[in-house]
T-cell receptor
Framework: DAGVIQSPRHEVTEMGQEVTLRCKPI?????LFWYRQTMMRGLELLIYFNNNVPIDDSGMPEDRFSAKMPNASFSTLKIQPSEPRDSAVYFC?????????????FGPGTRLTVT | QQQVKQSPQSLIVQKGGISIINCAYENTAFDYFPWYQQFPGKGPALLIA?????SEKKEGRFTISFNKSAKQFSLHIMDSQPGDSATYFC????????????FGGGTRVLVKP
């Protein structure tokens, strides 16, 4: 079975450019999470959706970051304009529900480098 | 404010030894404590989890010990193997917050053959 799919796996862009990260959750999962991982700050939850609706975006660092989930099988995380401090690995995860007992399945991540 | 503090940052253990990773939390509302394992180039994967109604949970060579009064929990990896070399993250959430996890800073474990 396919797990969480993320694209691209690597992205290198210049400061000021728009970056779009994509995620396809596991089929049948109705909750989706976006995380950012850096050496300094560890693994941080940015935003999560339930049934395509954003539930909590308190972790989104600034207005430059936005996330959408237009349907149950696709989500995007957009950074506009990008800055060098946005360089990190971005993970998408999905789960079958929001209850704590539902395991979150992580994708392989997108390594973003902003020069 | 770091709500889940994890130590040590890195750990080297000989094959067959015991790896011990500790986490401390501040929010007394936390009542679900999972551990995740992450290999290089991969996303984290759930390893084992515990609720505060038990003090210990064991799955194979992995054991979580939980001390509610001290607000601490730990992961013990018995008979450590080179394949266990990975980064381990503790996390916590509340039942009310459901799946909204707060992660510790991670521990990089290296098991030497």
């Amino acid at each position: 079975d396919a797990g969480v799919i993320q694209s691209p796996r690597h992205e290198v862009t210049e400061m000021g450019q728009e970056v779009t990260l994509r995620c396809k959750p596991i089929s049948g999962h109705n909750s989706l999470f976006w995380y950012r991982q850096t050496m300094m700050r560890g693994l941080e939850l940015l935003i999560y959706f339930n049934n395509n609706v954003p539930i909590d975006d308190s972790g989104m660092p600034e207005d430059r970051f936005s996330a959408k989930m237009p349907n149950a099988s696709f989500s995007t995380l957009k950074i506009q304009p990008s800055e060098p401090r946005d360089s990190a690995v971005y993970f998408c995860a999905s789960s079958a529900g929001l209850a704590f007992s539902y395991e979150q399945y992580f994708g392989p991540g997108t390594r973003l480098t902003v020069t | 404010q770091q709500q889940v503090k994890q130590s040590p940052q890195s750990l080297i253990v000989q094959k067959g030894g015991i790896s011990i990773i500790n986490c401390a939390y501040e929010n007394t509302a936390f009542d679900y404590f999972p551990w995740y394992q992450q290999f290089p180039g991969k996303g984290p994967a759930l390893l084992i989890a515990i609720r505060p109604d038990v003090s210990e949970k064991k799955e194979g060579r992995f054991t979580i010990s939980f001390n509610k009064s001290a607000k601490q929990f730990s992961l013990h990896i018995m008979d450590s193997q080179p394949g266990d070399s990975a980064t381990y993250f503790c996390a916590a959430s509340t039942v009310a917050a459901g799946n909204k996890l707060t992660f510790g800073g991670g521990t990089r474990v290296l098991v030497k053959p």
